[in-house]
């Protein structure tokens, strides 16, 4: 199974991009779906995670700004983020985790700038 990322790109600060993830396949018993950004010279980090009974947790950079979603069915996971900043640019990455296993997506550049 492979996860592919999607819908980064170039966006102007304050404007909004929605990312998707989907599976090329079923995952059985998901604990949880998430996405995590890597900036240049930075580690990689949280960004947001949503478990199975539907908990959400964000870093606390995007509180109040992102969200995220998942159709369990399509075994998909989406981020929605709003009012970016320079900040947010990153190359973003979803995951998708079971009790034995994990999945990464290839990552999506997100770019925000003027």
């Known amino acids: 199974v492979q996860l592919q990322a999607s819908g980064g790109g170039l966006v102007q600060p304050g404007g909004s991009l929605r990312l998707s993830c989907a599976a090329s396949g079923r995952i059985s018993r998901i604990n949880t779906k998430g996405w995590y950004r890597q900036a240049p010279g930075k580690q990689r980090e949280l960004v947001a995670r949503i478990f199975y009974g539907g908990e959400k947790i964000y870093a606390d950079s995007v509180k109040g700004r992102f969200t995220i979603s998942s159709l369990d069915a399509a075994n998909s996971v989406y981020l929605q983020m709003n009012r970016l900043t320079a900040e947010d640019t990153a190359v973003y990455y979803c995951?998708?985790?079971?009790?034995?296993?994990?999945?990464w997506g290839q990552g999506t550049q997100v770019t925000v700038s003027s």
């Open positions: 995951r998708v985790a079971t009790g034995a296993n994990e999945y």
